[in-house]
């Protein structure tokens, strides 16, 4: 099965910008929807963002014109710019098919705090 990789997450004060990361390990992304998903400390893991194989988008409202994701199809990454993040964006951050058909990575940790 394609394994997943999420990196890129760390310590940014409200504000900031990160770059998260996704590496899978076999040619998945020109084939399915690909989501990045965020758990927050006691919340369900919610779904923040959406790619279909033909580049549409979609991105939950909390997070609507600030995150952006992306993928490069020769690399089998994908990406989830985020942009002036605030302390409600603080979760572990995911990344899987949509809706989740892969085992889930290890996930990158995304604190937002002054």
């Known amino acids: 099965q394609v394994q997943l990789v999420e990196s890129g997450g760390g310590l940014v004060q409200p504000g900031g910008s990160l770059r998260l990361s996704c590496a899978a390990s076999?040619?998945?992304?020109?084939?399915?929807?690909m989501g990045w998903f965020r758990q927050a400390p006691g919340k369900q893991r919610t779904l923040v963002a959406t790619?279909?194989?033909?580049?549409?988008?979609t991105y939950a409202d909390s997070v609507k014109g600030r995150f952006t994701i992306s993928r490069d199809n020769a690399k089998n990454t994908a990406y989830l710019q985020m942009n002036s993040l605030e302390p409600e964006d603080t979760a572990k951050y995911y990344c899987?098919?949509?809706?989740?058909?892969?085992?889930w990575g290890q996930g990158t940790q995304i604190t937002v705090s002054s």
């Open positions: 076999g040619s998945i992304f020109r084939f399915y929807v």
């Open positions: 899987n098919t949509n809706p989740p058909g892969l085992s």
């Open positions: 790619l279909t194989p033909g580049g549409t988008t």
